[in-house]
């Protein structure tokens, strides 16, 4: 029989355990998603410690919680602070036929879930009392299945070292540097002392204001070319007429 | 012998039957909880509580006073005696300042992520042996709230979930400098949690056991700070690391960050995140001090004072905080003479120095166990009176020659290097060789940069010469 503890235990954590997995599904930004996802391992780790396996869980928290869904976070959190997901549909009834299939797939594991059947509860007293958790685990992994521990290492290995090769981009030709373009510079005879740098006024100090050419135009090389394409540049006007205003009482000052 | 058992043989080169020699013990706690009902554990979660509590209060006047030593000036003396209330002071302003939430803040993560760092900071403790066992209110029970047989693995994994805490504060604040703050440091803890979980490994090595109560009994002979003081040196530098302490504090460098995960919290939440760094701090030196310096145990020369008295009882208490101060000190120490390092510097030392060479070292310290526990042969050879295992001498000349090879080689390259960049510049110099103007270094001389101008003999034959 399982005590009272261990009872109090899992119907305290076995909902919470579902609230999150749900929030997964449904949460809409991506790194409440991997909260929720955490907050499951977490769990997971409690219940196996509950259920006498103290290794077991505690790994599961140490590699999963600690270090699998740390790096998914990382990543989350790079590709946009507010990035939410999308919501149109990219394929037509893609929808309707993931119902479907998660539907076949929830009515096959409860028939197959419903008709296993417990023997008698063994527990791992006896293991864990004897030459402990961990030593009975590694003679197990060490010494039965040392064969299937390591050609599953050899695996995880390759996959690893194949998802660098696949996700490594070689690059054609050195990368110019800052020689190279100064040469360039020179040689082409345009803009030989670099970009000029953008506008700093009076009143304002910016790299979205384009500095001002000598007969007063805005210089459009002044400004980056990510803030031209994003339309973040302002204009300079305020900042000119608020100088001439200032220049016109100076002189008004002077002609009194 | 059986088939079945010689290939076994074969494939793992461990010889069956003497398996038969590993010790026969178990690796489950030492520390006995049986006489410790519910209630005592409630009562030993509080007493742990609270001196975590009045050693953070500490520390900080302590560092705060010892920085000031070091830097020539006298540190906080107004508050109480010696200034000794100047955080009480400090903590008090604190929760009495407004609490501000940013408008871009994500409201529900950016409060949950101090209560993550704050209470993952205090659970790592529960398996800490602060002494042995004593007598607490009619009962016997050890000075330990709770051991497992992975304790050691446990306070890994809580560091690991506490670092949530930093992360989320991060994202949530809707703000640049948190992100790349909390950013750093999910990489910085990660990378160096590998090193630390290596480092850690030799201690489990010798003692047989992830136990710390059987760890701090493992080491009442020989503390492990000497068979394993590679470990050692490698725990220290990554504890550094996994603390966000200087000079590896790169996740809050104000010089860079302006405070990093943590510049947008104020009040009572940034208080959390703050008492967070202060018990890692000692979380991570209890643990330096449980698996290499003996944990409670007295020192070895006080230890055999009337057959061990000091080493019974509520002692343990005693020698375990003068350990553990000795590492706050090592700390505050690091923060007063070291500046920061660069963030690719610190990646580069934890990926491509401390997890490879750690690696080599617990692959050494599995093969001198391995001959200890007689895996590789137990024939003896006589030498001053004494028996020595051939097993455990021919291990040892090996790992000591491949050191002693690899500094060779190292220094070796060291001297070339040395000598490359020592080398006297060139005594003449033609200043456009490049194609540019480069000014002579001291000393030099100039050649004259056209044979037309200067009417000297041969310049251009040196201009090869001259470059570079």
Redesign the interface.
């Known amino acids: 029989m399982t005590g009272l503890g261990e009872q109090i235990l899992f119907w305290v954590l076995g909902p919470i355990s579902v609230v999150a997995a749900l929030g997964l599904l449904f949460a809409k930004?991506a790194?409440?998603a991997a909260?929720c996802v955490?907050l499951v391992m977490?769990n997971l780790?409690i219940f196996y410690l509950a259920e006498q396996a103290?290794?077991l869980g505690?790994?599961q928290?140490?590699v999963y919680?600690?270090?699998v869904m740390?790096?998914f976070?990382?990543v989350v959190?790079?590709i946009g602070?507010d990035s939410s997901d999308s919501l149109v549909e990219t394929l037509r009834g893609q929808r309707w036929a993931a119902l479907l299939l998660a539907l076949g797939l929830a009515v096959l594991i409860f028939t197959a879930v419903g008709t296993v059947t417990f023997g008698p509860m063994q527990g791992l007293d006896d293991v864990?009392?004897?030459?402990?958790?961990?030593?009975t685990l590694a003679s197990l992994i060490?010494?039965q299945y040392?064969?299937a521990f390591e050609i599953t290492s050899a695996l995880l290995i390759t996959a690893a070292m194949g998802a660098m090769v696949l996700a490594h981009r070689e690059r054609l030709g050195q990368r110019p540097g800052q020689r190279v373009w100064a040469e360039r510079r020179v040689r082409s005879g345009r803009n030989v002392a670099g970009l000029p740098a953008p506008g700093v006024y009076a009143r304002s100090n910016a790299v979205d204001t384009p500095a001002l050419l000598p007969d007063g135009t805005p210089s459009e090389l002044s400004v980056s070319r990510v803030l031209v394409a994003r339309e973040q540049v302002t204009t300079p006007v305020p900042y000119i007429t608020s100088a001439e205003d200032v220049e016109g009482e100076i002189e008004e000052g002077y002609e009194r | 012998m059986s088939n079945a058992t010689f290939a076994?043989e074969a494939?793992?080169g461990i010889p069956q039957h003497l398996a038969a020699l590993a010790p026969a013990t178990?690796?489950?706690p030492k520390a006995d909880f049986s006489d410790t009902p519910w209630w005592l554990s409630l009562v030993k979660a509080l007493l742990i509580f609270v001196y975590l509590l009045l050693s953070t209060l500490l520390v900080i006047w302590f560092e705060r006073r010892v920085i000031g030593r070091m830097q020539q000036r006298p540190g906080p003396n107004r508050t109480g005696p010696f200034g000794l209330l100047q955080t009480l002071a400090d903590g008090m302003k604190l929760m009495l300042k407004e609490d501000i939430t940013p408008a871009a803040a994500?409201r529900v993560?950016y409060s949950l992520a101090p209560l993550i760092a704050a209470t993952m900071a205090f659970v790592s403790f529960a398996i800490i042996p602060i002494g042995p066992d004593v007598w607490m209110f009619g009962h016997h029970t050890p000075l330990q709230l709770t051991d497992?047989?992975?304790a050691v693995?446990?306070v890994?994994?809580v560091?690991?979930?506490g670092?949530?805490g930093i992360?989320?504060a991060?994202?949530s604040s809707?703000s640049t400098y948190p992100?790349v703050g909390?950013?750093r440091s999910?990489?910085q803890v990660?990378s160096y949690?590998i090193a630390m979980g290596l480092a850690l490994v030799a201690v489990f090595l010798y003692s047989g056991?992830?136990s710390t109560s059987q760890i701090v009994a493992a080491q009442s002979s020989l503390w492990y700070i000497l068979p394993a003081f590679f470990s050692f040196v490698v725990y220290v530098i990554t504890m550094v690391g996994e603390t966000n302490r200087l000079p590896f504090d790169l996740a809050e460098g104000e010089g860079e960050l302006t405070g990093g995960f943590h510049t947008e919290y104020s009040s009572m939440r940034f208080a959390m995140f703050y008492l967070a760094e202060y018990i890692n701090m000692f979380t991570v030196s209890a643990l330096a001090t449980t698996m290499f310096l003996g944990g409670w145990q007295a020192p070895p020369g006080i230890a055999a004072i009337n057959s061990g008295m000091f080493n019974h009882g509520w002692w343990g208490i005693l020698w375990f905080t003068i350990k553990l101060w000795i590492f706050m000190w090592f700390f505050v120490w690091l923060r007063g003479s070291l500046p920061r390092v660069r963030y690719d510097q610190f990646m580069r030392l934890g990926w491509k120095f401390l997890i490879p060479v750690t690696l080599a070292w617990v692959v050494a310290v599995a093969f001198i166990r391995g001959a200890q526990l007689g895996y590789l042969g137990d024939s003896t050879v006589g030498l001053v009176g004494r028996e020595f295992p051939v097993a455990t001498l021919v291990i040892v000349g090996v790992i000591a020659a491949l050191a002693l090879g690899a500094t060779w080689v190292w220094e070796g390259k060291q001297a070339d290097k040395v000598a490359r960049e020592s080398a006297p510049p060139p005594e003449r110099i033609d200043p456009y060789a490049g194609g540019y103007p480069v000014p002579p270094m001291p000393g030099q001389e100039l050649v004259e940069p056209s044979p037309a101008i200067s009417g000297s003999p041969t310049p251009v034959a040196l201009k090869e010469d001259t470059r570079g």
């Open positions: 930004k790194v409440h909260i955490a977490v780790g103290p290794f505690v790994i928290i140490f919680t600690g270090a740390m790096l976070l990382f959190m790079l602070v864990n009392n004897g030459a402990g958790n961990v030593s060490f010494g040392v064969w | 076994l494939l793992t178990t690796d489950n994500d993560v497992l047989p992975v693995l446990l890994l994994a560091a690991g979930i670092v949530y992360v989320l991060g994202w809707g992100l909390g950013l999910s990489a990660i949690e056991s992830m």
